[in-house]
């Protein structure tokens, strides 16, 4: 479905990401751990074509997003919901979600899809008059979901969904990943929680300085002592 190709990213001369290649098939729930500064954030902006790609390819069923503008890539069915969540606080929920569906085959189908998120994030279906500033973390947090399920993606790009949020609001938030994920779509899952990632996830890949250094599912990287330590920031048994 995607797959990543030799693809080097950089800030200026810094370079962020290299030579870093992966795939995501249809269906699947791919999680990338690794520590703060691992390049986690920027994978999934190069992904979502927020941040350009120096050399390497991506390709999404096909076509090779590499050289196309930011917009493009969610017509072609892939959509972020972007560390911090970046709401538009004065506008409502409602409004909010409505920005999500705006390419033309998700504005067709914006009344069915907010029956689905109001049905998946329920408390949200009560509060779409609300301005989005007015909500606790976790409900921005949905709305910035929903926002992105409201473009019917066929991939889904989560970055960090849980940072900020309490114990019992992030159990509550892999919950909700792990039902979007049952509805057949294909999620690549960043996040700094590496049990909960390793939880969900169909396979994993651990990310250091820009660089691919680990990929298998949970077992596999968790039965290996040096990987638990070291990359995952795991001691003793899991």
Not at 17 to 41: D, I, M, P
């Amino acid at each position: 479905m995607l797959e990543a190709r030799s693809i080097d990213v950089c800030y200026g001369q810094a370079r962020a990401l290299t030579g870093v290649s992966l795939s995501v098939e249809r269906g699947e729930l791919l999680s990338v751990v690794g520590a703060n500064g691992a390049g986690k954030s920027t994978l999934v902006n190069a992904i979502a074509g927020l941040h350009p790609i120096r050399s390497g390819s991506l390709v999404f069923d096909g076509v090779d997003l590499t050289a196309l503008p930011p917009h493009r890539f969610i017509a072609h069915g892939i959509a972020v919901v972007p560390e911090g969540r970046r709401l538009f606080a004065r506008m409502t929920v409602r409004e909010n979600l409505e920005l999500g569906s705006l390419v033309p085959a998700a504005r067709r189908e914006r009344g069915r899809s907010l029956a689905r998120v109001s049905e998946l994030f329920p408390v949200l279906a009560s509060r779409l008059d609300t301005p989005a500033g007015a909500l606790s973390g976790g409900q921005q947090q949905m709305v910035a979901i929903a926002r992105a399920l409201m473009a019917r993606p066929r991939l889904l790009l989560l970055d960090e969904p849980s940072l900020g949020l309490a114990p019992l609001v992030v159990t509550e938030m892999f919950d909700i990943v792990r039902a979007i994920h049952a509805e057949g779509v294909a999620i690549l899952l960043v996040e700094q929680n590496v049990a909960r990632a390793l939880e969900v996830a169909t396979r994993a890949l651990v990310l250091e300085e820009g660089r691919i250094v680990a990929e298998g599912d949970r077992a596999t990287l968790l039965a290996d002592s040096r990987l638990r330590e070291a990359y995952l920031g795991v001691v003793g048994d899991v």
